[in-house]
């Protein structure tokens, strides 16, 4: 999330909830939504939490309490009245990050990291080390379609829980990735938003371009083995 959108979010908090101490954030389709609720662990992106000032004391009076980090989620703290804002991001999130909620920082996490992440998590299926840099397919690489052979994924025809959704967004060349979790649904994670689970919309439908499947998901006869 970019730095536009925190401010617009620390201005709508101080507009319209300002009688609240505690605010939370809400994953909708990778974008923050203000809620005076606490979400879902699955959705929940972050609590708010107003001081009278944002001075080092009260800073550390809130980050060091480990109850503060609500479902090991970060945290924003913002001095009320001055716009001004710092955050806070538990280390169990730093050191083992969730699907959902991560912010997008290039190669730390991002949809490439994500698809690394999933596939180690839970098919033990380790990808091969790689180097990329931000924006390729704007400079003429293709890092996808030239890595995708020797991370053990080809291109299927038909869709399977699991596989992986290629597509084109604002680009010639397939460049950005996301899981099927079956009934309609992708994880994945989108530049300047959060990683998220949601229905496949019919602007992604329009920016497929095919899908792929690790060779450890596929048995002899075809069929895939989770």
């Not at 924003?76 to 920082?105: C, E, H, W």
Request: charged share 20%; net charge negative.
């Amino acid at each position: 999330m970019n730095i536009e959108a925190i401010n617009s979010l620390i201005v709508d908090i101080e507009t319209n909830y300002k009688q609240y101490d505690t605010i939370y954030l809400e994953n909708v389709a990778g974008d923050a939504v203000i809620r005076t609720y606490c979400p879902n662990n699955e959705d929940h992106l972050a609590t708010v939490y107003s001081l009278n000032a944002l001075h080092p004391r009260e800073f550390m009076k809130v980050t060091a309490d480990p109850t503060s980090y609500v479902n090991d989620r970060p945290i924003v703290l913002y001095a009320k009245g001055s716009g001004a804002y710092d955050f806070s991001i538990p280390i169990t999130f730093q050191t083992n990050p969730p699907y959902t909620g991560r912010p997008f920082i290039h190669k730390k996490w991002d949809c490439f990291t994500l698809l690394r992440d999933f596939y180690s998590r839970e098919f033990k299926i380790e990808m091969p080390p790689v180097e990329y840099f931000d924006e390729w397919w704007n400079k003429g690489e293709d890092f996808y379609m030239k890595t995708s052979g020797a991370a053990g994924f080809y291109p299927v025809t038909s869709l399977k829980k699991y596989d992986v959704i290629a597509m084109r967004l604002n680009s010639h060349v397939f460049n950005h990735s996301a899981i099927y979790l079956g009934d309609n649904k992708i994880l994945h994670h989108v530049g300047g938003k959060f990683s998220c689970i949601e229905e496949i919309r019919p602007a992604y439908m329009r920016m497929m371009y095919g899908y792929f499947r690790h060779e450890a998901m596929i048995d002899i006869a075809g069929t895939t083995n989770v």
